[in-house]
């Protein structure tokens, strides 16, 4: 129904930066909330951070002040712009959106396939 294909992840230093994209395609009446999770070995997905097509943010208090999340509502995209990133930050990232298929369907979740941000000098 929905796809969500991410693209921007590797391997960067300490310190350095990454930008992550996501692409919603397929059968989109509107989008409501599209975001970022992340998860590491051993550890629960957790959020990064959301944005509503409002324009609401919300943030980890772990990436607050370093990535900044934003979207283009024509295109269906959501960006995430990774800025001074920590160690702590590896793990596999995550695109969601919250999907309504058509008028009269309850929005659902939808995951990307993932893919790997490694911080490591």
């Known amino acids: 129904q929905v796809q969500l294909v991410e693209s921007g992840g590797g391997l960067v230093q300490p310190g350095g930066s990454l930008r992550l994209s996501c692409a919603a395609s397929?059968?989109?009446?509107?989008?409501?909330?599209m975001g970022w999770y992340r998860q590491a070995p051993g550890k629960e997905r957790e959020l990064v951070a959301t944005l509503t097509s409002g324009g609401t943010t919300n943030y980890a208090d772990s990436v607050k002040g370093r990535f900044t999340i934003s979207r283009d509502n024509t295109y269906n995209t959501v960006a995430l712009q990774m800025n001074s990133l920590e160690p702590e930050d590896t793990a596999v990232y995550f695109c969601n959106a919250v999907v309504r298929t058509d008028w009269n369907r309850l929005p659902l979740n939808f995951w990307g396939q993932g893919t790997q941000v490694t911080v490591s000098s």
């Open positions: 397929g059968r989109i009446f509107s989008l409501n909330v």
